[in-house]
């Protein structure tokens, strides 16, 4: 064993050898063990890990001309073992056979002795095991990487590996592995958060440099529904299930918010270092939205109420944050409350506040509600719209009476605040409907503003470059196709959705340029007019790389000059395009 001793991670094989010597393995007899399972079986197995599969391919195909050309091939087995893909370079594919990497064999330690990939199942963490070390002697040829692969809630899935002869040793091999499970998780994590709060913690002491893109989703109630590696490893193995506070102070960005309100209402994650809302921070020259910041700005200065109308996401309280830090009250209070997200029980004690033991589950010493906590400043109420037909009469003899009685007590405390209200309902129509109250509504309306919708805005493109300037992407990442993609879709989710669709596909471009498959967006939401267009361009392209790659007989490096890009975007399109020699 002291050939072992050279490497680094010499304590891990040394236990590894010692269980492989402890269950009867011989280093001489690598026939004795080897397990393979029968068809029925695999076909199980391929079953339950479809998804891992199909991501993993994805991978192979991105990976497989440098595989093939630097003579390694990469390996996929399930946490039992079993491997279920291989890929690479053939002649070393052939090779591999020879010791059964193939799939269907499992290469758990039990029966493929000390290896990457049985040590990465037992260790879960990334491993590498190289010539030597390897407990059967047919193995000693090889270097391999591995990497375990776990779920968004922390199960182990299986593991990545890639082996090569051992004369191809590098050290940015295990790197490599460890990028490739990383994006393996953080597609399961795309893929099953969709309708979840996704967030990533943008800055962070504890962030490991390797692992850049820290992803958590949340619950309504603000718990960690999923996190990949990087997230567990700043929050703590255990966070899942558990309540995200934020009370390190991580600087987060919201990823994907599917539009739900109730979860916008948790808005603890706001990066501290934003500057305040103010009208320069509302983007956009759209005339349309230059009429709107003028007149709100005139209603800045004239404390009197404010009714914000528009969809979801065009930016109904980022205006009423800048009316409020633009007037007289700055320097109070700004308070928000989502009048759809509270229950109608709980409604009065929200916003006027409760005294000490009033009602069971109240704080014992009582609380102060969101009127006092405004007190001299603004009080914003969103989705007044959906704000109850009893809590509408209560909040109606607040305005009036400009004063408040907590529930249970008998003290009224006068209230001198500012409201600025937001709704996506056309209130007029639900007076109609019996469902909003006239009085209330004349007493709210004093100015009211209507926000126009992304899709009549004429300045997406200019929005969709500051939004990237915003999460640190050069706008010229935005490919033209791209550009017409944000053009023609409807935008039902407005400017969030805007940013949460950027957000994600400059994640998902890695660094490379933003085309349209990046984005996750409701085909329905297309303008038909596009899909025309956008299938002539799409086709047109692809008979211009076919013509160029035959007159240049598939070179791809001369046909990527005729084309004039780089050969790594001729690759992507080739893949994309599913374009192959005839
Ligand atoms: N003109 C704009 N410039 C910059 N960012 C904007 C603009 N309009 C909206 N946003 C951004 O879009 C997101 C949604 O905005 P906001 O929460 O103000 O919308 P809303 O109309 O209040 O939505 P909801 O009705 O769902 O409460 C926020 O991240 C906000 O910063």
Known sequence: MAILKKFDNYEIVEQSWKRCQNLGLHPLD???????????????????????????????????????????????????????????????????????????????????????????????????????????????????????????????????????????YSPHTLSLVCMITDLLENKFLLAQSKREHLLTIKELEAATESNPHPLLSLDKENRIIRANRAARHILGEDCIG????????????????????????????????????SFDTIWGSCPHIERVKTLSKKASQADLPVLLNGESGTGKELFAKAIHNESNRSSYPFMAVNCGAIPDNLIESELFGYEPGSFTGANRSGKKGKFEAAQKGTIFLDEIGDMSLRAQVTLLRVLQEKEITRVGGIKSIPIDVRIICATHKNLS??????????????????????????????????????????????????SKQAQELIEAYTWPGNIRELNGALTQASFLAEDGEIYPEHFQLEHSHVNIDYKNTA??????????????????????????????????????KLKVYNIEPS
């Open 30 to 168: 690598h026939t004795k063990h080897i397990q393979l399972i029968d068809q029925t079986e695999l076909q199980e197995a391929m079953k339950e890990n479809k998804e891992l599969i199909h991501y993993t391919l994805e991978i192979f195909e991105k990976l497989s001309p440098f595989i093939k050309k630097t003579g390694h091939v990469a390996a996929l087995i399930n946490a039992s073992g079993t491997v279920l893909q291989t890929g690479g370079d053939p002649q070393f594919e052939a090779n591999a056979k020879h010791i059964s990497l193939h799939i269907g064999a499992n290469w758990k330690e039990e029966y493929r002795g000390t290896n990457a990939m049985g040590v990465a199942l037992i260790e879960q963490k990334p491993i590498r095991i190289h010539g030597e070390q390897h407990f059967l002697s047919v193995n000693h040829f090889l270097t391999c990487a591995a990497s375990p692969i776990f779920s968004p809630t922390g199960e182990l899935l299986g593991v990545f590996n890639i082996s090569g002869k051992k004369e191809l």
């Open 242 to 277: 558990k309540e995200f506070k934020n009370d390190k102070g991580y600087l987060t960005k919201t990823i994907r918010d599917e539009t739900n309100k109730y979860w916008r209402s948790i808005a603890l994650f706001k990066d501290k270092h934003q500057p305040s809302h």
């Open 429 to 478: 129509e639900e007076i109609k409907q019996g469902r909003f109250r006239a009085d209330l509504y004349f007493r709210l309306k004093g100015i009211q503003i209507l926000l126009p919708s992304l899709r009549e805005r004429t300045d997406k493109i200019e929005l969709a470059h500051k939004i990237l300037t915003q999460i640190g992407v050069s706008p010229q990442k935005l």
């Open 535 to 572: 299938a002539s361009i799409v086709d047109a392209e692809i008979n211009a790389i076919k013509t160029a790659l035959d007159v240049n007989r598939w070179n791809v490096k001369k046909t990527a000059e005729q084309l004039q890009i780089s050969r790594s975007t001729l690759y992507r």
